[in-house]
T-cell receptor, first 115, second 110 residues
Framework: GAGVSQSPRYKVAKRGQDVALRCDPI?????LFWYQQALGQGPEFLTY????????KSGLPSDRFFAERPEGSVSTLKIQRTQQEDSAVYLC?????????????FGPGTRLTVT | AQRVTQPEKLLSVFKGAPVELKCNYS??????LFWYVQYSRQRLQLLLR??SRESIKGFTADLNKGETSFHLKKPFAQEEDSAMYYC????????????FGQGTTLQVKP
């Protein structure tokens, strides 16, 4: 079946521009996660949704980052007034249910480059 | 502090040699430990988790709570094992968010 998909795969933004990154999770998956992966680093947690509820946004680095999942399926990560330090791969993952026991399925990522 | 440490950025071995990728963690509570793998041009995927005690593609990992380690081992490396490996942990009672190490690139030479 279809896995997690993300779009766009690559995004180049000028400093100060707003960007929106989309994630389509596996159908029926309750949990959705966003991670940020800087070059040469492991992924770092940004935020978590259970259905449409954003239950944890402790990893969002600033108030320029905003995420939503209004109908409990597709999610969008928005970054306002992008800065060079926002350059990274943004990964989305979904899992069947909440709790740490369930496998997370990752999308291919969106590589954001801020110039 | 919750942290996962993978001390080696690169591990290079010859085909047929044993492999051990190190992972140490710090977590106050009962963590779930995982190994994720990313092959070239593929997405991140789960390799194994400690709770299932499986051997996947010949890899095993034992959780050592005394040493707070979860090292990944394989007795005989294959060229197709070349990839980036990430150790990760999650709290049993939390949302399932993963805390990753920095990753180790495994290079298996012919």
């Amino acid at each position: 079946g279809a896995g997690v998909s993300q779009s766009p795969r690559y995004k180049v933004a000028k400093r100060g521009q707003d960007v929106a990154l989309r994630c389509d999770p596996i159908s029926g998956h309750v949990s959705l996660f966003w991670y940020q992966q800087a070059l040469g680093q492991g992924p770092e947690f940004l935020t978590y949704f259970q259905n449409e509820a954003q239950l944890d946004k402790s990893g969002l680095p600033s108030d320029r980052f905003f995420a939503e999942r209004p109908e409990g399926s597709v999610s969008t990560l928005k970054i306002q007034r992008t800065q060079q330090e926002d350059s990274a791969v943004y990964l989305c993952a979904s899992s069947l249910a909440s709790q740490g026991l369930y496998e997370q399925y990752f999308g291919p990522g969106t590589r954001l480059t801020v110039t | 502090a919750q942290r996962v440490t993978q001390p080696e950025k690169l591990l290079s071995v010859f085909k047929g040699a044993p492999v051990e990728l190190k992972c140490n963690y710090s977590y106050s509570g009962s963590p779930e430990l995982f190994w994720y793998v990313q092959y070239s041009r593929q997405r991140l995927q789960l390799l194994l988790r400690h709770i299932s005690r499986e051997s996947i593609k010949g890899f095993t990992a034992d959780l050592n709570k005394g040493e707070t380690s979860f090292h990944l081992k394989k007795p005989f490396a294959q060229e197709e094992d070349s990839a980036m490996y990430y150790c990760a942990l999650s709290g049993r009672s939390n949302t399932g968010k993963l805390i990753f190490g920095q990753g180790t690139t495994l290079q298996v030479k012919p």
